[in-house]
């Protein structure tokens, strides 16, 4: 089992940045794909980004390309999640997600095993 915390998130106005972390303990991240998700209120959990296990290929949804970057840091046992200009609509929670597989990972929520408890982000307009 792997456990995963999220932290970073907090209040920040239109057009800033916030670098969300997502630290694991239990097993090596090194055998996981990984993900972020957004869940904004009333709505549904969305995928943001993710990337391999070995951090060389990232991929984004749509409303979040050029803006975010994820990365890796297996020595660390961390995923990034680098959130710049921002918007209101980015307002909600973001949640890290794992899955034990070297085979590029899905955009859907049901693609991954393992999930953070969420870090709530604000964004004021």
């Known amino acids: 089992q792997v456990q995963l915390v999220e932290s970073g998130g907090g209040l920040v106005q239109t057009g800033g940045s916030l670098r969300l972390s997502c630290a694991a303990s239990?097993?090596?991240?090194?055998?996981?794909?990984m993900a972020w998700f957004h869940q904004a209120p009333g709505e549904e959990r969305k995928f943001i980004a993710g990337?391999?296990?070995?951090?060389?290929?990232?991929y984004y949804g749509d409303s979040v390309k050029g803006r975010f970057t994820m990365s890796r840091d297996n020595a660390k046992n961390t995923v990034y999640l680098q959130m710049n200009s921002l918007k209101p609509e980015d307002t909600g929670v973001y949640y890290c997600?794992?899955?034990?597989?070297?085979?590029?990972?899905?955009?859907?929520?049901?693609?991954?095993?393992?999930w953070g408890q969420g870090t709530q982000v604000t964004v004021s307009s």
């Open positions: 997600a794992g899955k034990r597989s070297r085979i590029l990972g899905g955009r859907a929520p049901t693609d991954y095993d393992y």
């Open positions: 990337i391999d296990w070995s951090g060389s290929i990232t």
């Open positions: 239990g097993r090596t991240l090194s055998n996981y794909n």
